[in-house]
């Protein structure tokens, strides 16, 4: 998006994430930056099939064979769809918003923007390709920990202070007392 607004496209809250090519040389005609369209599905499949074909993970069929391993757009539905399961988002919820049909449900089931989301929300750190969120989640997790861990030194601190003033009070109490023995004649003073 950065550089797409570098180039001269008014981005906003409408903003196509995936737009069609442009010549920045062009001020007129097909593919200016300030023109934007929306990529087409048959658009993302084919850039995923070149990316797929340039960094030779898709070779060529062998003989006999008439499908590869796997379909080249299609693995990301299936791999969102798995990621989400295992988040622990409800079934329904993940067939939503893949766009399929959930039959008669869909006349009993009509969870809100809000109630997607927060579903959704369990699912981003299992969806996310990129460390960052994880490693972000890992230092809040630390962070919370050291938080509680220094409540709990301070907590033990001030313990150990209350039972070393008591037994500093009882030591001055344990003196006087030796002392008054001693003044009474009741104990002598050894060296």
Known sequence: MKYRKACGENINENSWVMRNLWDVTLLKGKGIVTSPKKLRSTGIKRLIENALWTQRIRMKLEFGK?????????????????????????????????????????????????????????AVSFLTISDELRLQEQVNELSKKTHNNDYLVR???????EQISILTKKQDNFEKLIQSLIDSGQLRRTT
């Open 66 to 122: 008439r499908r590869h391993e796997f379909q080249a757009d299609h693995g990301f539905r299936k791999w969102f769809k798995t990621r989400c399961e295992i988040a622990g988002m409800k079934s329904i919820n993940i067939e939503m918003l893949m766009g399929h049909s959930i039959g008669i449900s869909s006349s009993y089931h009509r969870p809100t923007e809000d109630e997607l989301l927060d579903d959704y929300l369990k």
């Open 155 to 161: 907590a033990k601190m001030r313990e150990k202070d």
